[in-house]
């Protein structure tokens, strides 16, 4: 009883009224451009993998369909391939829980829509991902340093959502459901043989698992963590 005490219970409601909200417009058309950044937020986190691994980015591509494409050489495969949902989900994380303090959002603004004009310019290929990567990296730039403080955070808590929210989706509609399809969980199955005894179908459900698992407990932690007053 004494942790509920700690909770902002207004602003549990409204973190899950817009949970429920990004759900039901999810597939709508004016609702896109949020599908299409976190698709990005995906294809970059699989190139940062890379880099970190001590390879190299060949180019990120994005396309109309919500698809991407990340071209690397070197680094690690297996982290690498782990990055794209995982990747989603830090990101998604980091944005929510930064959401909840005013001058942290705004410094997260401006850090990440330097960070995104910058990769951008770097890596990504597509006049899609281009034009996805400058609107977004733009547009969090100008929110932090111009906007209120208010519309700042509930902005940033938007994209948060929504990118932890599009990881479990994303995992579920396309590894699990589907674990025939070409994905990161069927590309790192091939990869790894672990579980050795399993065929590679029955790897690429396993990572999809693994996958949800890490991404529902995160949610939550990250939930309880931006919902707390203390």
């Given at each position: 009883?004494?942790?509920?005490?700690?909770?902002?219970?207004?602003?549990?409601?409204?973190?899950?009224?817009?949970?429920?909200?990004?759900?039901?417009?999810?597939?709508?058309?004016?609702?896109k451009p949020i599908r299409l950044f976190v698709?990005?937020?995906?294809?970059?986190?699989?190139?940062?993998?890379?880099?970190?691994?001590?390879?190299?980015?060949?180019?990120?591509?994005?396309?109309l369909n919500e698809g991407g494409l990340t071209?690397?050489?070197?680094?690690?495969?297996?982290?690498?391939?782990?990055?794209?949902?995982l990747g989603s989900l830090f990101w998604g994380?980091?944005?929510?829980?930064?959401?909840?303090?005013?001058?942290?959002?705004?410094?997260?603004?401006?850090?990440?829509?330097?960070?995104?004009?910058?990769?951008?310019?770097?890596?990504?290929?597509?006049?899609?991902?281009?034009?996805?990567?400058?609107?977004?990296?733009?547009?969090?730039?100008?929110?932090?340093?111009?906007?209120?403080?208010?519309?700042?955070?509930?902005?940033?808590?938007?994209?948060?959502?929504?990118?932890?929210?599009?990881?479990?989706?994303?995992?579920?509609?396309?590894?699990?459901?589907?674990?025939?399809?070409?994905?990161?969980?069927?590309?790192?199955?091939?990869?790894?043989?672990?579980?050795?005894?399993?065929?590679?179908?029955?790897?690429?459900?396993?990572?999809?698992?693994?996958?949800?698992?890490?991404?529902?407990?995160?949610?939550?932690?990250?939930?309880?963590?931006?919902?707390?007053?203390?």
């Open positions: 009883m004494g942790r509920l005490r700690h909770v902002d219970w207004r602003r549990l409601l409204l973190l899950l009224a817009g949970g429920v909200l990004i759900g039901l417009v999810w597939n709508q058309s004016y609702f698709v990005l937020l995906h294809e970059l986190s699989h190139a940062f993998a890379a880099r970190a691994t001590g390879g190299g980015v060949a180019e990120v591509q994005l396309f071209r690397t050489y070197g680094g690690s495969p297996f982290w690498i391939l782990n990055a794209g949902y994380g980091l944005l929510l829980l930064g959401a909840g303090r005013y001058g942290v959002a705004r410094s997260l603004a401006i850090g990440m829509g330097v960070l995104l004009l910058g990769v951008t310019v770097l890596y990504v290929r597509s006049g899609v991902g281009i034009l996805v990567g400058w609107g977004f990296g733009g547009f969090l730039l100008l929110a932090g340093a111009l906007f209120r403080r208010e519309v700042v955070a509930w902005s940033v808590g938007l994209i948060g959502l929504s990118s932890c929210l599009y990881a479990v989706y994303d995992i579920l509609s396309d590894v699990l459901l589907r674990p025939e399809a070409p994905s990161d969980a069927r590309m790192l199955a091939e990869r790894v043989a672990f579980p050795p005894l399993l065929s590679p179908t029955g790897r690429t459900i396993f990572w999809g698992g693994l996958w949800t698992a890490i991404s529902l407990a995160f949610s939550l932690w990250v939930l309880g963590r931006s919902v707390s007053r203390r």
